[in-house]
């Protein structure tokens, strides 16, 4: 059984960075798509970015688009959500999931029913 723990979240200044976390154990990440997504209560769930199994394909949120970067490392079976110049709207609490069929990309931000598994989530809060 695949587990997922976010980490990296924390209070961070307006133009600052983070680099968050999402660990796997129980199995390998390889075979999986990855998704970041966050939320804010009263709000649904939104896709910040994704990334394939092979790692050679990557998508994001307009809103993050040129700012974030997405990857995985195989051996520490981990994927990395950087995100730079954090501004007050990217706030949140960040979860990642996975998808083993790799649907997701194709239907991503849509398609939350296409993965299997998701993480218990990491605060991200961007203020002064």
């Known amino acids: 059984q695949l587990q997922l723990v976010e980490s990296g979240g924390g209070l961070v200044q307006p133009g600052g960075s983070l680099r968050l976390s999402c660990a796997a154990s129980?199995?390998?990440?390889?075979?999986?798509?990855i998704a970041w997504f966050r939320q804010v209560p009263g709000k649904e769930r939104e896709g910040v970015s994704c990334?394939?199994?092979?790692?050679?394909?990557?998508k994001f949120v307009d809103s993050v688009k040129g700012r974030s970067t997405i990857s995985r490392d195989s051996a520490k079976n981990t994927v990395y959500l950087q995100m730079n110049s954090l501004k007050p709207e990217d706030t949140a609490v960040y979860y990642c999931a996975a998808d083993l069929s790799g649907v997701s990309m194709d239907v991503w931000p849509d398609g939350l029913y296409e993965y299997d598994y998701w993480g218990q989530g990491t605060q991200v809060t961007v203020s002064s």
């Open positions: 129980g199995a390998s990440l390889d075979y999986y798509a």
């Open positions: 990334i394939s199994s092979s790692g050679g394909s990557t």
